[in-house]
Every structure is written in structure tokens, then in C-alpha cells.
């Protein structure tokens, strides 16, 4: 994953000195995020929580149809999980439902190779997400009823801490796939998939991967 970086930050290197044409822009974005968490004990696939990304994006061109598209976001990655759990109390089974909420905030690099025909871009690259804080809180009751515990989330790859936080790694490899439409006034409408490809838990046999969908608007200054 490095090397591939290397190359990539290398090759819009040379087309920068070279006086490739660049085109800045921001954009803005809404997105569904989830996560996979597994342990020796359970094995929880977390469900969408709609969160947002913001960034900027440069486009490099490489040739006719072709374009490096590396962006720097900052994303609110994360999820919930809803589990059912059943519990024995003199004799006496009782089902209740456990919650969780994970707010992780990342500064995110995805470099993705785009091609272009008319309006349309599609493409697909590595991305590389470094965790900043985040939040998690543990509840009971089908609406939050009851707050079992609250912490911050902590990238320091702490395998044994032994507070209440909830600690990873900082660094997440990924694989990022792109889509947009550009209209001639420097609006684009864009859509993509990020990919956690890495176990950021630092915890001996348990394992969380983020991935998230995001669709967005954004607006290039310097128009073709």
C-alpha cells in the first residue's frame, strides 16, 4: 500500500513539473457508514449510520480521458449495532435489546485513477485514513433507555489498556471506488464506496474494519 502511494505521489509529481493542466475544488458529502467488529465471542456486523465528509479534491491530467484524482477529506466514519440479548433472572428469561454508537473522526487521503468520457468520470484507487478522536457509548432499550457507558475512542493501538476507552490503530488502509457527473458550469455530483481493507483493532483475535457509501456535491474553480 505504501508503494503504491510512492508511485502514485511520484507520478503527480512529474506531471505538476511537467505543467500538466490541474483543476481545484471542494465538495461536500453525505454518507452511510458502517463497520464489522469480531471477537473470540461475538460477531456483530454494525448498521448504517448516516454521517458527513468534506474535502478537497485535485484533478491532474494524465492524458485525453485519463486524470489522478487525489482527495483530503475529513470523515466522520463509525456505525451502530443492535443486538438482542437474553438473560436468565430467577428463573425468569428477559430479552433486551443492547445498542452501540461509534463516532470516528479520520483525515482521509484516497488517490484514485479516473477516466473520463463527456461528463461522466468513473475510477478507483488506494486511500489512506488517519484517525484523529472519536466517541462511543454503549445503551439499553429499543430507544436508549438506559446508558450502560460512554468513552472516547482513542488511536493509540493500545492492546492493554485497561480504562474505559476504546482504542485502535491509527492508520487504515483502503481501496476507494469513484463516480461523478460534471456539469460545464464547475458543479460535480459525486458517489463513492470506501473500503477498510486493514484490522484496526490492536486486541489479539478481534478484528474492526470500517467501510462507508458517500454521495456528495462539489464545485471545481478553475473550469476547463
Not at 3 to 12: E, G
Not at 116 to 135: E, H, Q, V
Amino acid at each position: 500500500m505504501k508503494k503504491v502511494f510512492l508511485l502514485l505521489a511520484i507520478s503527480a509529481g512529474c506531471m505538476l513539473s511537467a505543467g500538466a493542466q490541474v483543476r481545484f475544488g471542494i465538495h461536500a458529502n453525505g454518507i452511510g457508514a458502517t463497520g464489522t467488529m469480531k471477537d473470540p465471542e461475538v460477531d456483530l456486523k454494525q448498521k448504517v449510520r448516516f454521517s458527513f465528509k468534506a474535502g478537497v479534491s485535485a484533478e491532474i491530467a494524465l492524458g485525453e480521458n485519463i486524470s489522478l484524482l487525489p482527495q483530503l477529506n475529513y470523515v466522520n466514519k463509525g456505525g451502530k449495532l443492535k443486538e438482542k440479548q437474553v438473560f436468565e433472572l430467577e428463573g425468569i428469561e428477559y430479552e433486551v435489546s443492547v445498542n452501540g454508537h461509534f463516532k470516528l473522526n479520520y483525515l482521509e487521503l484516497p488517490v484514485n485513477v479516473v477516466y473520463t468520457t463527456g461528463n461522466f468520470s468513473i475510477g478507483a484507487g488506494p486511500s489512506l485514513s488517519y484517525g484523529l478522536s472519536g466517541k462511543s457509548k454503549f445503551t439499553i432499550g429499543e430507544d436508549d433507555d438506559v446508558e450502560m457507558g460512554s468513552g472516547k475512542v482513542v488511536f493509540d493501538g493500545d492492546d492493554e489498556a485497561a480504562d474505559d476507552d476504546m482504542h485502535l490503530k491509527a492508520l487504515e488502509p483502503g481501496a476507494n471506488f469513484y463516480a461523478a457527473w460534471k456539469f460545464n458550469n464547475g458543479i460535480f455530483i459525486q458517489a463513492n464506496y470506501n473500503l477498510g481493507l486493514s484490522n484496526i483493532s490492536p486486541i489479539e483475535d478481534s478484528k474492526y474494519k470500517n467501510n462507508y457509501f458517500g454521495l456528495g456535491v462539489g464545485y471545481y474553480f478553475n473550469r476547463k
